[in-house]
Each structure stands twice: as structure tokens, then as C-alpha cells.
């Protein structure tokens, strides 16, 4: 095992967090869901597989968070029959199951592109592999981080800090972007060498139509513009709810350029499907409820200002040029470029594999996909499918203990994030495992306030982003 710079960094942040308030652990973890690209240990007994300062913090904040009784019963309750904790942690049981039982039950019976640490996928026989064990370690990890966050987030207090974690990793976002672009143009991308230290392929030189592809912390433009989607998402919800409406639209408006230059096909169609889904909800809400006054403009605004740029970048033939080979790129001409292909190659695979188990699946890490559902139903079958169906589903439609009215609105931004990045999974995710992020703020969007609560008097004060913002 080699201990990185990075890694030794974050233990020490972990250490401190045992020690301080809860916040700061709290903060470090948002923070470090960033570092998609760096290694905290690298274990080269296992053929190189890495562990990220996410997952090494995330021990820290159970073991920190877990010490306090109110957050132990808030974990518990979120684990109550019918919750989505409920159905995150029957998932996370099935898939590990079917992790070590599978690969053997099927061996040879079908071929798999497993996922070999490295990055390298090629076509093989089934049979159990070391991707089976680590997909089910992230895996537990995810439930791990929605219980121990569902449970500190059971409080007002909890909930605050939350929302305050999950606006800073919009900000921090942003602010690897810059960096990443800043390094390049200067051409001292070293310096991001000590959070771009994993064994996959870092890609962070590459161009597209004379554009550098940002990839801020994490290994490739892909990676960048699926994260980023979420954020936007985040933030504009709170933006459309009222919420620090300047920091938050501002933050809106530099994330939604960051996709535009992220020159990601998950990113463009991700962005699409996310506005599409938006401006269909705030124009239900128009016609049989009551909005706010942000609702009213992006309801009005973003279909003139999405014409006016179009109309624009027509009538300048430099600008035309540009985003015509950025579409014929990375939309319309992608399943045609050797990527495209090689996906088709992954979802199609996957489909056979889920046929050739029978629909029982071929286990957790034994299945890689470009598409998330695709990924579930070739992994975890029929029953762990309908399973982590019933999860997402719970996010967004479920009984609460309060009313909807008095949601808070950072949780309804949760919810919206979740969307967003649901929604480019569904184009691009390789394995069942969302990531740390998405379960993060999947916890903040199912929290319920405690029952004998008194209710909470308005949005604003429930989010109570601090003075200074309006």
C-alpha cells in the first residue's frame, strides 16, 4: 500500500475532525467528494485499486457523527420500514450478495466487461474479480454516508450545516474549474498533480474544437460535467425558491457556463433533459398553483434568451463554426466516434448479461454499462433493480412528516440535484454506485423533521444561508 500526499493530508483532517465540531468534519467530507481524481492509498496488492479522500474521511465522519445520541436515533429512523433508507440498505444487502454469489453461480456461462482498476475494460469470462469486492465496498460506503447523514440532518441544526456543506461544494467546483484552466494556460498543471494522482487515465490536456476541455478535480471532462450538472441544479433550485438569490444566481449562471465549456456530451444532455423536466414542473405550478417571482422569470426568460442565442450565434459565422463541430462532436456524430461504439458495445453486453443469468443478474462489479440503468438491471437482476427503484423513487415521492409547503428549500434543491445527476446516469453511468455525492445530498433531500417538531415558520429561515445574501 502507498500513502499519497494527499492521503496523509486527509488523515490528519480526519483526526482533527474526531476532535472538533461536528460541522467541521462535515465540511471536510462535502469538500473532499471533489477529489474525484485523487488517491488518499493505493493498493497495489489489489492491482493498483485506489481509496479517495472521500472514503477515508467518511470513516471519520460515521465514527465522529455516530458519538452523538440524537444522530444515532436519526440514523436508525432512517432506516424505518417503507423510508428510502430502507430501501438504499436493502439494495446495498442485495448487491453485496449477489457480488459474491453470482460470479460464481454464472462462471462461464457468459462473457463480461468487468472493471479492472486501472481503467482498462476488456471482454471475458464471468467469474469473481477484485471489482466485485471494491464496487461493494463504494456501495456499502453510499449507505454508510446517507444513514450517518440522514441521522445528523434529523435536526434543525444538522440540516443547516448540510445545506451550508452542499452550497460549498458548488463554490469549490467552480474553483477547480478556474484552477484547471488557469494551469493550463500557464502551463503549470503540476501543480494539481498531488489531487490528480489516481491510477485511471487523467485527461487533462485534452482539447476539443480549440477548446480546452475542463476537467477541474476530477479525471476527465465527462467526470467534470456530470458533477457540475448536479451543482447547477442545486443552485438554481435555490435561486427559483428565493434562497440567497444573489450568491445563488450567480453561482447558477457561472456553473451553466461551465457545462457549456465542459465540452461533455453527458453534460449537454444532461443539461437538456434537467431544463426540459424544470420547465415542465414550474409550468405546472403556474397554471394550478402559486409561484414565486424567480419562477415567473426563468419561465419567461429561458426559452427568449435560449432563442436570442441561437439567432446570434448564426449570424456569426466564427461562432457558428465552433458550436456546429462542438455538436457534430459530441452529440449528433458520438455514437459514431470509437467511444460511441465502445459504449454500445458496454450497454449491449450488459443487456446480454442480465438475459444469460436468467434476470438474476451477473453481481455487483462484475458489469460495466454506459447507462445506469442498464448497469443495475446487468448487475443486480430483476429484484435488486426493483429494489433501488424503489429508492430513487422514494427521494422524490414518499409521505413526509410535514407538510409540502413548509419543505425546506434547500431540501427541494437536494432533490433537484438528485434529478439532474439521475438523469445523466441514465446516459453515462458505468456501474450502479451514484457516487458519494449523489447519496449525500440524497440524504439531505429525505430528511423529515422529528415528529412533536415545532414546524418551521418559512423556507428562508429553514435554509438560513446567513446574513448578507436576499
Request: charged letters at 10%; glycine letters at 10%; one cysteine or more.
Amino acid at each position: 500500500m502507498t500513502v499519497e500526499l494527499i492521503g496523509a493530508i486527509a488523515l490528519v483532517v480526519g483526526l482533527i475532525g474526531l476532535f472538533a465540531r461536528p460541522s467541521f468534519i462535515v465540511y471536510a467530507f462535502f469538500g473532499s467528494t471533489l477529489l474525484g481524481a485523487a488517491a488518499a492509498f493505493i493498493l497495489t496488492s489489489l492491482g493498483g485499486t485506489t481509496i479517495q479522500p472521500a472514503h477515508l474521511l467518511l470513516s471519520f465522519l460515521a465514527v465522529r457523527l455516530l458519538a452523538d445520541r440524537d444522530t444515532r436515533i436519526g440514523a436508525l429512523q432512517a432506516v424505518y420500514p417503507g423510508s428510502p433508507g430502507f430501501w438504499l440498505l436493502v439494495t446495498v444487502a442485495y448487491s453485496t450478495i449477489t457480488a459474491y454469489l453470482m460470479p460464481r453461480l454464472f462462471q462461464g456461462q457468459t462473457l463480461a466487461y468487468a472493471v479492472r482498476a486501472q481503467g482498462e475494460n476488456y471482454l471475458s469470462v464471468l467469474g469473481p474479480t477484485t471489482s466485485n469486492l471494491t464496487q461493494s465496498i463504494y456501495f456499502i460506503g453510499d449507505c454508510l454516508c446517507f444513514l450517518v447523514l440522514a441521522g445528523f440532518g434529523a435536526s434543525e441544526a444538522g440540516r443547516r450545516c448540510l445545506g451550508r456543506a452542499a452550497l460549498m461544494c458548488v463554490i469549490l467546483n467552480l474553483v477547480f474549474g478556474v484552477l484547471d484552466l488557469a494551469t493550463y494556460a500557464t502551463n503549470t498543471s503540476e501543480l494539481m498533480s498531488f489531487i490528480r494522482n489516481s491510477t485511471y487515465s487523467i485527461l487533462s490536456d485534452n482539447e476539443a474544437a480549440g477548446f480546452k476541455r475542463i476537467i477541474g478535480s476530477f479525471v476527465e471532462a465527462s467526470s467534470f460535467g456530470y458533477w457540475t450538472l448536479g451543482y447547477f441544479a442545486f443552485a438554481t433550485t435555490l435561486w427559483l425558491h428565493g434562497i440567497g438569490a444573489r450568491l445563488t444566481l450567480s453561482l447558477s449562471i457561472l456553473s451553466f457556463l461551465a457545462l457549456l465549456f465542459s465540452t461533455s456530451t453527458t453534460a449537454y444532455v444532461g443539461l437538456a433533459g434537467y431544463l426540459v423536466v424544470q420547465f415542465a414542473i414550474i409550468t405546472i405550478n403556474f397554471l394550478f398553483g402559486r409561484i414565486r417571482r424567480e419562477m415567473v422569470i426563468f419561465m419567461m426568460c429561458t426559452p427568449f434568451v435560449l432563442v436570442v442565442v441561437g439567432i446570434a450565434i448564426c449570424l456569426h459565422d466564427g461562432s457558428f463554426a465552433y458550436f456546429s463541430e462542438l455538436l457534430n462532436t459530441f452529440v449528433l456524430n458520438k455514437m459514431s466516434t470509437s467511444s460511441g461504439i465502445e459504449r454500445s458495445r458496454w450497454n449491449s453486453q450488459a443487456i446480454q448479461n442480465f438475459i444469460d443469468t436468467f434476470g438474476f443478474g451477473a453481481g455487483n462489479g462484475s458489469v460495466r454499462a454506459s447507462s445506469f440503468p442498464v448497469a443495475v438491471i446487468g448487475s443486480l437482476g430483476i429484484l435488486g433493480a426493483a429494489s433501488y427503484a424503489m429508492f430513487l423513487l422514494s427521494i422524490w415521492f414518499r409521505k413526509k412528516n410535514i407538510v409540502p409547503s413548509s419543505v425546506p428549500a434547500i431540501q427541494v434543491a437536494a432533490r433537484s440535484a438528485c434529478l439532474a445527476w439521475l438523469i445523466a446516469a441514465t446516459t453515462s453511468a458505468g456501474f450502479i454506485d451514484l457516487g458519494l455525492p449523489f447519496f449525500a445530498f440524497a440524504a439531505l433531500s429525505c430528511i423529515d423533521s422529528p415528529k412533536g417538531r415545532t414546524q418551521l415558520s418559512s423556507t428562508r429561515t429553514a435554509v438560513s444561508l446567513g446574513p448578507g445574501h436576499s
